[in-house]
């Protein structure tokens, strides 16, 4: 999983950093996404991005490679 932010539409609630502080963090009063990102909250990221009142967040769910046999 990754997520993204597109800081052109945030209009920095922070309301993502309150559903999900493992992932966001606010920086110059807008969303972005954490260094340190931990996405194993994977429930919490999916309501921060579908709750985000300017649909700024996009989620990515990576899914394993198929096993080549
Ligand atoms: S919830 Fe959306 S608008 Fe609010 S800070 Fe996060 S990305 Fe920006």
């Given at each position: 999983m990754e997520a993204q932010v597109n800081k052109e539409t945030?209009?920095?609630?922070?309301r993502c950093v309150t559903t999900s502080p493992e992932v966001f963090r606010m920086f110059k009063r807008k969303s972005a996404i954490r260094t340190?990102?931990?996405?194993?909250?994977t429930n919490y990221v999916e309501m921060a991005a579908k709750n985000c009142p300017s649909k700024s967040i996009s989620v990515n769910v990576v899914t394993p490679a198929a096993d080549p046999d």
């Open positions: 945030c209009i920095g609630c922070g340190d990102a931990d996405y194993s909250m």
